[in-house]
C-alpha cells in the first residue's frame, strides 16, 4: 500500500511540474480548397515555398499567418534577391 501511495506521489508530482503545451507557431498557412465541403487550414509551415509546394496538385492558396510572433532574440534579416544582369 505504501508504495501505490508512494508512486501516485510521484506521478502527480511530475505532472504539476511538467511544462504546457505550446501551439505551433509558424509564419505562412495554407487554405485548402475542399469543393462543396469547405477546406481547412494548416499555418505549419516556416517558409512561402514550403507552403506552395503542399498545396499544389490538391488546390489551396498560401498567405502570412497574422499571429506569428518570431522566437525572442537576435534574427537574421532576410536576403533580398539581386536582379540577373
Known sequence: MKGLILTLGL?????????????????????????????????????????MATVSGIGGSCFQNTQYQPPPGPHAKPKHRQPND
Open 11 to 51: 506521478f502527480a508530482t511530475a505532472a504539476m511540474s511538467a511544462t504546457p503545451a505550446a501551439a505551433q507557431n509558424y509564419p505562412w498557412c495554407a487554405l485548402y480548397s475542399g469543393g462543396s465541403v469547405g477546406g481547412g487550414r494548416n499555418c505549419g509551415f516556416t517558409t512561402f515555398e514550403q507552403c
